[in-house]
């Protein structure tokens, strides 16, 4: 009897659509044609480039997202934000005074409302500290106007 060996192997879209981008980065090219003088990049048996343990994903937007979406919502998800706990909360909002560098970390559902947060905020903070003279957000700019 005759037999054979065969082997398959599947490579996600994500992995392929980082090598072309990858291939076609000018500035990982440099780094590419420079590897004998780098310590700490590399290419690994598929020909993908690592910086240490990480992979060095090119300047482009829609891969960037792309991956960003997979490494939080895949099913197999690297990084797949908090367990929501009894009472909903599945986020945590981060407050800091800039002037004492006291931090509060607020649990909260990811959906409240500005006006929610902003009932809050007065419960939590304005009772603590009084009311701010200013407030920086990374939030959208609605949030700061809506907020008073």
Do not use: C
């Not at 003088?37 to 480039?49: A, G, H, M, Y």
């Not at 304005?126 to 106007?145: E, M, Y």
């Amino acid at each position: 009897q005759q037999g054979y060996w065969a082997s398959q192997r599947i490579e996600p879209d994500l992995i392929s659509r980082i090598k072309e981008a990858q291939k076609e980065d000018s500035k990982i090219w440099t780094i590419v044609k420079n590897l004998d003088k780098q310590v700490e990049f590399r290419i690994d048996d598929d020909n993908v480039l690592w910086q240490d343990t990480r992979l060095v994903v090119p300047n482009d937007v829609s891969l960037r997202e792309a991956l960003l979406t997979e490494a939080h919502s895949s099913p197999f998800s690297v990084h797949p934000g908090l367990l929501p706990t009894q009472r909903r909360h599945d986020a945590i909002w981060v407050v800091v005074d800039r002037l004492t560098k006291s931090v509060h970390f607020l649990p909260i559902p990811k959906d409240y409302s500005v006006s929610r947060l902003a009932e809050i905020f007065q419960q939590e903070m304005v009772r603590l500290h009084g009311t701010p003279s200013a407030i920086v957000s990374d939030r959208d700019p609605r949030f700061a106007s809506r907020f008073w």
